[in-house]
C-alpha cells in the first residue's frame, strides 16, 4: 500500500502512526499527485484532495492514467456548506467563513463534494455512486476537527489577510472551550463518490 501527501509534516505523523499501529505494508511518499509518475494500481483513494487544487480535473486524469482496467477510484471530500454546530456560536460562524474563502483565495473549493460525481464521470469513471456522510458527536475526535484544523490554516488566513493574530487565538481557543462542553453538537458533512475504470472489451479477431 503506498500513501502520498505533498507535505513532510503530515508524512512524519503518519509515519509515526504507523509504527504505533505496527503497519509493515505501508509505503510514504512526498510527491504531488498532479505532476509526478506512479505505477498502477487496483485501488486509489483521495481524500481531502481535491478541494484544494486549482484543477481537480487535471488530477482525476491523472489519477485515472494509473489505475488499472477494473480498478476503482474512491474520493472523499467537503461541502462546507453542510458544516454545522448546535447551538449557533459565533466563533463557529466565522471559522467556517475564514476556511472557505481561503480555500477559494488559494484556487480551490471547499464545496466541492456535489461536484464529485460529475468530475468522475467527466474523467472517464463508470458505475460511478456517491455517499453523504454527516457526522455529528457530543464528544470525541470529530469534535475537536474544527479548532484543531482553525489553527492548522492560521498561517495562510493570516496571509491572505483575512484575520489577525489576534482574531485567530481567539476563534481556537473559543472552538477548544465550545468543542469540549458535553451539550454542544458539531457536524462535518462529508461527500465520498467513488467508480470504476472500465475493463478493455474482448474483440473476436474476423
Known amino acids: 500500500m503506498v500513501a502520498t501527501d505533498i507535505d513532510q509534516i503530515k508524512l512524519?505523523?503518519?509515519?509515526?502512526?504507523?509504527?504505533?499501529?505496527h503497519l509493515t505494508n505501508l509505503e510514504l511518499r512526498l510527491v504531488d499527485v498532479v505532476n509526478d509518475g506512479f505505477e498502477k494500481f487496483d485501488f486509489g483513494y483521495a481524500r481531502f484532495v481535491l478541494s484544494h487544487l486549482r484543477d481537480p480535473e487535471k488530477a482525476l486524469e491523472k489519477i485515472r492514467q494509473v489505475i488499472r482496467p477494473g480498478g476503482v477510484l474512491a474520493v472523499q471530500d467537503t461541502d462546507f456548506r453542510g458544516h454545522f454546530c448546535h447551538p449557533e456560536f459565533g466563533a463557529f460562524s466565522r471559522y467556517v467563513e475564514l476556511y472557505t474563502k481561503t480555500v477559494q483565495r488559494r484556487g480551490g473549493d471547499s464545496n466541492i463534494g456535489p461536484r464529485l460525481p460529475?468530475?468522475?464521470?467527466?474523467?472517464?469513471?463508470?458505475?460511478?455512486q456517491m455517499n453523504i456522510v454527516q457526522v455529528?458527536?457530543?464528544?470525541?475526535?470529530?469534535?475537536?476537527?474544527?479548532?484543531?484544523?482553525?489553527?492548522?490554516?492560521?498561517?495562510?488566513v493570516l496571509a491572505e489577510g483575512l484575520a489577525s493574530n489576534a482574531e485567530i487565538d481567539r476563534i481556537i481557543h473559543a472552538l477548544y472551550e465550545f468543542a469540549c462542553r458535553p451539550d454542544t453538537v458539531i457536524g462535518p458533512r462529508v461527500m465520498q463518490t467513488w467508480g470504476h475504470r472500465r475493463q478493455p472489451v474482448c474483440q473476436k479477431a474476423r
Open 136 to 156: 455529528a458527536e457530543l464528544s470525541g475526535e470529530s469534535k475537536l476537527m474544527a479548532p484543531i484544523t482553525m489553527e492548522n490554516i492560521a498561517g495562510s
Open 118 to 128: 460529475g468530475l468522475l464521470v467527466q474523467a472517464g469513471f463508470e458505475a460511478v
Open 12 to 21: 512524519n505523523l503518519a509515519s509515526r502512526e504507523a509504527e504505533q499501529l
